[in-house]
């Protein structure tokens, strides 16, 4: 079992930058795929970016590629986002989620088998 716990979130101008961590308990982060997804209110909830179990494959969604970088610590169980030249649409609540297969690369909720309780991210203009 893995549990997640992400911090980081806050408001920011558009244009700065905020660094999102997800903390992870548990015997099988380092087995597992992450993923950073997003979600506001009244849409379905969206892949941002993930990395593979060992830290070597990174994917992301079109919106944020070249903006975003994903990485992670396995030794300190912990899955970075960090996020550089906001934009008022990056607006959201941001989760991390564990992928048991160690890929890292659905974009599908369902393919995710933890969840994190979600950290605020508000980005003004």
């Known amino acids: 079992q893995v549990q997640l716990v992400e911090s980081g979130g806050g408001l920011v101008q558009a244009g700065g930058s905020l660094r999102l961590s997800c903390a992870a308990s548990?015997?099988?982060?380092?087995?597992?795929?992450m993923g950073w997804f997003r979600q506001v209110p009244g849409k379905e909830r969206e892949f941002v970016a993930g990395i593979n179990r060992s830290g070597d494959m990174t994917y992301y969604a079109d919106s944020v590629k070249g903006r975003f970088t994903i990485s992670r610590d396995n030794a300190k169980t912990t899955v970075y986002l960090q996020m550089n030249s906001l934009k008022p649409e990056d607006t959201a609540v941001y989760y991390c989620?564990?992928?048991?297969?160690?890929?890292?690369?659905?974009?599908?909720?369902?393919?995710?088998?933890?969840w994190g309780q979600g950290t605020q991210v508000t980005v003004s203009s």
């Open positions: 989620a564990a992928d048991p297969t160690g890929w890292g690369g659905w974009r599908r909720e369902n393919d995710y088998n933890y």
């Open positions: 548990g015997r099988t982060f380092s087995s597992s795929g």
